[in-house]
């Protein structure tokens, strides 16, 4: 059963406008969650990251937006670029204070950002 | 910066073979995970393991095996391959709890003919 949920498997945006990528948690004892962005044959590379304790988190032009109540939280990118064209996942832990760290992954959504 | 390398791109086995898969990372980390990436699956968790001659499966072990006798070196065994277990494969590193994230490799095609 998957416990980390990214509904839309693909978004299209315009270069320049805002990219929202959404993401849904089962497991309410989740309390750390990671953006990681993958290019084609490459290994996802770690974007951004929130604690539970916070409800937002900003780097540059990533932001991420966690919502306790709903289990929800989203990654937004402003400007988009093409560069930016890429499969995100979302990742959850149950144990920020632990030693393993175990992430539960998303399916993933393809960003295609077009000029 | 950490690294964490696979020792192919791209392999082609027939079925029925025994497939060794290789992933080394060298900065200690205690953690090793291989995963698997398939369209519209996202990343499937298979073995991983917090410490040498330790293993713990993961979400889809079956048809699957793993070893970890130095700290550094984490093997994926494929018993005798199958068609369906033509993937992208990616190992990954972490040094301990979630707030460090995974350090991923740039992954192992396998085609299964």
């Known amino acids: 059963d998957q416990q980390v949920k990214q509904n839309s498997p693909s978004l299209s945006v315009q270069e320049g406008r805002i990219s929202i990528l959404n993401c849904d948690y089962t497991n309410s004892m989740f309390d750390y969650f990671l953006w990681y962005k993958k290019y084609p044959a490459e290994g996802p590379t770690f974007l951004i990251s929130?604690?539970?304790?916070?409800d937002k988190n900003e780097d540059g032009r990533f932001t991420v937006f966690l919502n306790k109540s709903a289990k929800h939280l989203s990654l937004h990118i402003v400007p988009s670029q093409p560069g930016d064209s890429a499969v995100y996942f979302c990742?959850?832990?149950?144990?920020?204070?632990?030693?393993?760290?175990?992430?539960?992954f998303g399916r993933g959504t393809q960003l295609t950002v077009w000029p | 910066d950490v690294k964490v390398t696979q020792s192919s791109r791209y392999l082609v086995k027939r079925t029925g073979e025994k497939v060794f898969l290789e992933c080394v990372q060298d900065?200690?980390?205690?953690?090793m995970f291989w995963y698997r990436q398939d369209p519209g699956l996202g990343l499937r968790l298979i073995y991983f393991?917090?410490?040498?001659?330790?293993?713990e499966k993961g979400d889809i072990p079956e048809g699957y095996s793993v070893s970890r006798e130095k700290k550094e070196r984490f093997s994926l065994i494929l018993e005798s391959a199958s068609t369906n277990q033509t993937s992208m494969y990616l190992c990954a590193s972490s040094f301990g709890g979630a707030l460090y994230g995974y350090t991923f490799g740039s992954g192992t095609r396998l085609t299964v003919v």
């Open positions: 990742a959850a832990s149950p144990d920020r204070g632990s030693t393993l760290g175990r992430l539960y």
């Open positions: 393991s917090y410490d040498v001659k330790m293993k």
């Open positions: 900065m200690d980390h205690e953690n």
């Open positions: 929130i604690s539970s304790i916070k």
